[in-house]
């Protein structure tokens, strides 16, 4: 922990928003739902966790990471199911970051 914030403040709320961002996606995914509203809505929040957790202590651990949120949009959910790798691609990347802190 050698940045300005503590881990608790920035890296676990920022894998916690994460996997509440999935698991929203999924639930929408096999429950046949429409929460798009609200899984990008958390999608944004968690984008600005994540920039968050980098300003507070930026380490080579947040360059994967950042990869994920940036390609996620680009995955398009419903033709394919490369939306759902890149999302759990993502979660493994979160909690490599929260491992590095």
Partial sequence: MSGMLPIAFTDLPLLLLYLATLLLGVGA?????????????????????????????????????????????????????????VGVLGLLCMILLLATA
């Fill in 29 to 85: 995914r096999y429950r046949g739902k429409s929460f798009g509203m609200w899984h990008h809505t958390m999608f944004f929040i968690t984008c600005a966790a994540f920039i968050v957790s980098a300003l507070g202590d930026l380490r080579l651990a947040h360059a994967p990471a950042a990869a994920v949120l940036v390609a996620m949009p680009l995955t398009r959910p419903r033709q394919s199911r490369r939306h759902d790798a």
